[in-house]
């Protein structure tokens, strides 16, 4: 078992351009200090330097990154494309053993919005509109119902205030670790 009671632990997925960082940073934003921010990209591009396939890395230290921060006393929200196939396992063993409340959202936005906003984002040029293409998957959804969809029509004010009150985190005290 991880974590206690009174931590939360959220999920964001969803694919490219979705809005999960901008989520993510949001929530812990308005919550304050006490909420770990276990981000995908950082640490499977950043830290470990790996691309994203069947068994990586990452997927363990995902998993351990999020364990450690929960079993410290932190809320957490985990973020990122994370494909139900390679992410899926590791996700519905975390949620098991959390021993607090588990949400799970997915950030769903249509391939032509995608495309919008992406070319917002730094590596607009890096990567085109086949690749985006290929990575795309419509409502790549984890087994058993477990996760909101939020559609794009919900702005981002919209849905960091609905996953604070979803979640409880809005009726909570930010923690001073």
């Known amino acids: 078992m991880v974590g206690t009671e009174q931590t939360r632990l959220v999920v964001l997925r969803g694919n490219s351009g979705a809005g999960k960082s901008s989520v993510a940073a949001g929530v812990r934003e308005r919550f ?16 470990l330097r790996e691309r994203d396939r069947p068994g990586a890395a990452n997927i ?23 494909y139900a196939d390679r992410y899926g396992d ?11 409340p588990t ?3 997915y950030l769903h936005v249509p391939f032509e919005e995608t495309l919008v906003r992406h070319a917002t984002k730094p ?11 290929e990575w795309y998957r419509e409502l790549d959804l984890l087994p058993g119902g477990v996760e909101t969809v939020i559609g794009a029509d919900s702005t981002l004010p ?6 604070m009150l979803d ?3 809005a009726a909570l005290p930010a923690i001073d670790l």
């Open 32 to 47: 304050g200090r006490g909420l770990a921010l276990v981000a995908q990209d950082n640490l499977r591009r950043v830290v």
């Open 60 to 82: 363990g230290l995902i998993d351990l990154t999020a364990r450690y921060a929960l079993d410290a006393g932190y809320h957490v929200v985990v973020e990122g494309i994370l």
């Open 90 to 100: 590791m996700l519905t063993r975390l949620r098991a053993d959390h021993r607090g």
């Open 103 to 105: 949400h799970a959202y």
């Open 123 to 133: 590596i607009a040029n890096e990567v085109g509109e086949p690749r985006l293409r």
């Open 158 to 163: 919209e849905t960091v205030r609905r996953i």
């Open 167 to 169: 979640t409880g985190l």
